[in-house]
């Protein structure tokens, strides 16, 4: 993923959507909401944006290129510690993603998952053939992907909210089906 280099003007602007999306709607918000709660005019907008979803997948864009150091501070990778660090990752922004719920926009935030692929079958597997597991790999970490998605809903509605390390064991209990 090539995430491009987040300017001042940039972060204003993220930080002025996000802000205006606690007050309203998310199809009410114009980019002269965005333009003047960030302090900027819309010509400055119109020269790091072509429209709010840019300014939002820019914001998605910038934490999913967070989760991977998450996951490689836990040192060895297994199962268990890529979903605490993955947990861990929600939980830190959690305020996101339930602001993004409430807008029915989660899918900005899913729609930069494939570079969570790219992570796994780049870096976590780097030696494996590309027929290791008979061509499926591409199927693999797409169920595994979109199960950790819907889990992660999930766990968004629970009140009070499980631990990254109970979301953890919850998961490998799943997947491998026994308990640990």
């Known amino acids: 993923m090539n995430t491009r280099k987040i300017t001042r003007s940039d972060k204003w602007f993220m930080d002025a959507l996000l802000q205006l999306m606690k007050m309203k709607p998310y199809n009410k918000i114009k980019i002269t909401d965005i333009a003047g709660k960030a302090d900027l005019n819309c010509r400055t907008f119109y020269r790091h944006f072509n429209s709010k979803d840019d300014v939002l997948k820019l914001y998605c864009e910038s934490l999913v290129a967070e989760l991977p150091d998450m996951i490689f501070q836990k040192g060895t990778l297994t199962m268990y510690s890529v979903t605490v660090s993955y947990f861990e990752f929600c939980e830190k922004n959690v305020d996101f993603l339930l602001l993004l719920k409430k807008h029915g926009l989660t899918y900005f935030l899913l729609d930069h998952y494939d570079h969570l692929r790219e992570l796994v079958k780049n870096q976590i597997k780097p030696n494996a053939s590309a027929d ?13 992907l979109g199960g950790y998605w819907n889990i992660v809903n999930q766990w968004l509605l629970d009140t009070p909210r499980k631990s990254p390390e ?5 998961v490998v209990e799943i997947i491998f089906e026994k308990n640990i």
């Open 166 to 170: 109970e979301m953890a064991r919850i």
């Open 132 to 144: 290791e597991y008979g061509g499926r790999t591409p199927y693999m970490f797409a169920f595994i």
